[in-house]
């Protein structure tokens, strides 16, 4: 395991990562380079610089912290989390860049009877994820497309890796919630949600959730001096996944849009 991890962010009272109250550790550094990332400063593995203009003020990026430091700050919450039914979710970039540690976090929070989730694009090698899985109480996995090759366009990353470990997750019987981002002119049409609901019903998916695109992180482009390909295309809002969301019930699969 590592010594520390790098995180860019812990941030507390989360009410929309897993149930309750929850504290969200943001681990740094992602495999995948999707063209519509929302937190383009978690890509790099590495501390990196970002210039806010607004405020003309530059600020670092990611931080590394110790086991301790982790456990000791996302333990101030605790009450919340027993009140609430909450608890800790890893997040990133790609908490399974950083699995060796994560893992070990996770075990420190179970042993304290910390509720755990994940939010995860399952992009790791199997025997990394198995462990990993074996001590998370609710994983969020996202699945970018259903056609490898639109995948790897879109992300970078080989669609093959992330079905397998979605196969894992369901063979370990994970309390899982597959997730796809549902971005314009890349997985948005109705033929797009007609073959996720196929593979769905191949790999017995029950329950998906649909995230809309947005914006918000479209200044961060800018702080990191990065260029953004999505400036000016419209966010999409919930009723603008009405259909989709129908072809995907109409094929058996319960479907809620975020």
């Not at 929309?16 to 943001?26: A, H, K, L, Q, S």
């Not at 070990?104 to 462990?131: M, P, Q, S, Y």
């Not at 990993?132 to 699945?143: A, C, E, P, T």
């Not at 093959?160 to 997985?187: F, G, M, Q, S, T």
Request: aromatic content about 10%; overall charge negative.
């Amino acid at each position: 395991m590592e010594d520390k991890a790098l995180i860019f962010n812990i941030q507390k009272f989360s009410l929309n990562d897993g149930p309750g109250i929850r504290t969200v550790v943001f681990f740094k550094g992602c495999p995948l380079r999707c063209f519509w990332c929302s937190n383009p400063e978690s890509q790099s593995g590495k501390p990196e610089e970002m210039f806010d203009n607004t405020l003309n003020k530059m600020t670092t990026v990611g931080e590394y912290k110790s086991m301790d430091e982790i456990i000791h700050e996302v333990m101030k919450d605790e009450m919340f989390y027993e009140e609430s039914g909450g608890g800790v979710t890893l997040s990133g970039g790609e908490v399974l860049s950083q699995a060796s540690f994560a893992t070990e976090l996770l075990k420190n929070l179970k042993a304290k009877g910390i509720h755990t989730c994940c939010e995860t694009t399952g992009f790791a090698k199997e025997d990394v994820f198995r462990e990993f899985s074996k001590y998370v109480d609710l994983m969020y996995m996202d699945i970018k497309h259903h056609d490898p090759l639109k995948h790897k366009q879109g992300t970078g990353s080989d669609l093959n890796v992330v079905l397998n470990n979605l196969k894992v997750a369901l063979e370990l019987n994970i309390n899982l919630i597959v997730r796809i981002p549902v971005i314009p002119n890349y997985n948005d049409s109705p033929d797009d949600a007609l073959e996720f609901a196929r593979l769905f019903n191949e790999m017995n998916v029950k329950k998906v959730e649909l995230l809309p695109f947005h914006q918000y992180g479209e200044k961060k482009y800018t702080y990191l001096n990065r260029e953004y390909t999505l400036e000016h295309l419209p966010q999409l809002h919930t009723e603008d996944l009405d259909d989709y969301k129908e072809i995907l019930e109409n094929n058996g699969i319960t479907t809620h849009v975020e």
